[in-house]
């Protein structure tokens, strides 16, 4: 199957700093990324859609200005985490969307990257 | 609205088969997933259906039956490594253009000796 890479895989930030995560596609292009978070025992939150070229797709009650996605090339989205507070403390998970012949369009994950705000 | 139905928790023996069980509702069905999940780690891609029937994989097969928003999970052959999180999701058009896929909220699979 496709490989996507994510980085870093885990981060502990000081509360107001900001974290960049970068999401790679790296053995096929991805038009549209998407980034999740999720929090313990419980499943993926979408929480945008990137599309290469244009302004991400955020979902209801993610705020833009917190959440910045930029997703500048086929292969490499980046989200990044401004001012970053506790409770913004999850595992965030990013997918690629790549097709996979009878497989479909098909969303391939990266293997998460847990953030930690202190 | 969209709304996707599984278990939260089912236990089974090694060597058995078990079958998850999905229920949906969408507006736009474009494709159904499903996903394996173990604790700590991402998703990773088991299957997919878009058409009503059954596919198999190896141990693992997955049926759908658009009429109903039914789908299930079966794998054969449990084995203790099959305990994960297994994960429903549909694909759905937008109202604004293109897709989304909505995840369940999971089924956590207890294999035990």
């Known amino acids: 199957g496709a490989v996507v890479s994510q980085h870093p895989s885990r981060v502990i930030c000081k509360s107001g700093t900001s974290v960049k995560i970068e999401c790679r596609s790296l053995d096929f292009q991805a038009t549209t990324m998407f980034w999740y978070r999720q929090f313990p025992k419980q499943s993926l939150m979408l929480m945008a859609t990137s599309n290469e070229g244009s302004k991400a797709t955020y979902e209801q009650g993610v705020e833009k200005d917190k959440f910045l996605i930029n997703h500048a090339s086929l292969t490499l989205s980046t989200l990044t985490v401004t001012s970053a507070h506790p409770e913004d403390s999850s595992f965030y998970i990013c997918?690629?969307?790549?097709?996979?012949?009878?497989?479909?369009?098909?969303?391939?994950f990266g293997p998460g990257t847990r953030l930690l705000v202190l | 609205g969209q709304n996707i139905d599984q278990p939260t928790e089912m236990t089974a023996t090694e060597g058995a088969i078990v079958q998850i069980n999905c229920t949906y509702q969408t507006s736009g069905f474009n494709g159904l997933f499903w996903y394996q999940q173990h604790a700590g780690e991402a998703p990773t891609f088991l299957s997919y259906n878009v058409l009503d029937g059954l596919e198999e994989k190896g141990r693992f097969s997955s049926f759908l039956s658009r009429s109903k928003g039914y789908s299930y999970l079966l794998l054969k052959e449990l084995q203790m490594k099959d305990s994960a999180s297994y994960l429903c999701a549909v694909r759905d058009h937008r109202d604004t253009g293109g897709f989304k896929t909505i995840f369940g909220a999971g089924t956590r699979l207890f294999v035990k000796a």
């Open positions: 997918s690629a969307e790549g097709w996979a012949g009878s497989e479909g369009e098909t969303q391939y």
